[in-house]
Antibody, heavy 119, light 107 residues
């Protein structure tokens, strides 16, 4: 059974860097695309970007200047860094796996991690 | 970016009702459209991909149709477990974008 689990600080100060890690169990990072998606409280879903297991990435242009997604296949983890955060970055952050039927839809998700940006 | 617009934003219905949700893309996305169901406090769950293909294990009362710019998700007979928020997502090109969501609530 594939499981994804987000981890990282739940509170980040404005202008600092948000860092989250997604640990994958029951599957190898190899072959699939791995994404980060966020959802501000009470709002819709926003795709942040993906990493392929060999390290190639693609980011949402709305966040591209502030985002880095990386992969560590030895730990079966991938990570998100979002720089210069503001209150607008407060959201539940999900990690998700690209599905077997199409790389860029998501069939396995983490439970989500609420990150609040506040001083 | 391709904009995805869902309607209605909220839908009130009763158990047993036939429910239809619409998703429109700002440009043609062929059939590269997925639908998700999300319940409060939970991650979204994939229901349908390639506009009309049902993911394994998803009840057959869910169906999808459309191509190009206009798509629909239909629930043929609404069940208590179906009260949730539904999102469409295109995967035609980067960036991937989602619709704003349709909340299906109890009438």
């Amino acid at each position: 059974q594939v499981q994804l689990q987000e981890s990282g600080p739940g509170l980040v100060k404005p202008s600092e860097t948000l860092s989250l890690t997604c640990t994958v169990s029951g599957d190898s990072l190899s072959t699939y695309y791995w994404s980060w998606i966020r959802q501000p409280p009470g709002k819709g879903l926003e795709w942040i970007g993906f990493v392929y297991y060999i390290g190639s990435t693609d980011y949402n242009p709305s966040l591209k200047s502030r985002v880095t997604i990386s992969v560590d296949t030895s730990k079966n983890q991938f990570s998100l860094r979002l720089n210069s955060v503001t209150a607008a970055d407060t959201a539940v952050y999900y990690c998700a796996r690209g599905s077997t039927v199409a790389n860029f839809i998501f069939d396995y998700w983490g439970q989500g991690a609420l990150v609040t940006v506040s001083s | 970016d391709i904009q995805m617009t869902q309607s209605p934003s909220t839908l009130s219905a009763s158990v047993g009702d036939r429910v239809t949700i619409t998703c429109r893309a700002s440009q043609s996305i062929s059939s590269w459209l997925a639908w998700y169901q999300q319940k409060p406090g939970k991650a979204p769950k994939l229901l349908i991909y390639k506009a009309s293909s049902l993911k394994g294990g998803v009840p057959s009362r869910f169906s999808g149709s459309g191509s190009g710019t206009e798509f629909t998700l239909t629930i043929s007979s609404l069940q208590p477990d179906d009260f949730a928020t539904y999102y469409c997502q295109h995967y035609d090109s980067s960036p991937l974008t989602f619709g704003g969501g349709t909340k299906v609530e109890i009438k």
